[in-house]
């Protein structure tokens, strides 16, 4: 699907985040988490998921992984 055919009625906020992570289950969901930091020290991050989305294959993150190199591509060629 072309990104200019698709209508988005945002139903969700739009947030910033600091990072986001993978999980990938042994036999299980692939799972994109985005986090905001809290704190940083010696033992780690500690950060708050602020949104998450559950994908049901590795194919489904690879479709990921295709939708958004296209979009860097397209920013990278676009006219300023």
């Known amino acids: 699907m072309q990104q200019g055919n ?3 009625n ?4 739009v947030l910033a ?3 986001h992570t993978i999980f990938i289950a042994e036999q ?3 799972t994109l ?3 905001q930091a809290r704190e940083q020290n010696a033992a780690g991050l500690e950060a708050d998921a602020v949104a998450a ?3 049901h294959s590795i194919e489904e993150l690879q479709g990921l992984q295709k939708s958004i190199d296209e979009a860097i591509k397209n920013h990278k060629t676009r006219e300023p």
């Not at 945002?10 to 906020?13: A, C, D, F, G, L």
């Open 10 to 13: 945002y139903k969700t906020p």
């Open 28 to 30: 299980g969901p692939v």
């Open 53 to 55: 989305v559950r994908l």
């Open 17 to 19: 985040t600091d990072g």
């Open 33 to 35: 988490v985005f986090f």
């Open 6 to 8: 698709l209508h988005l």
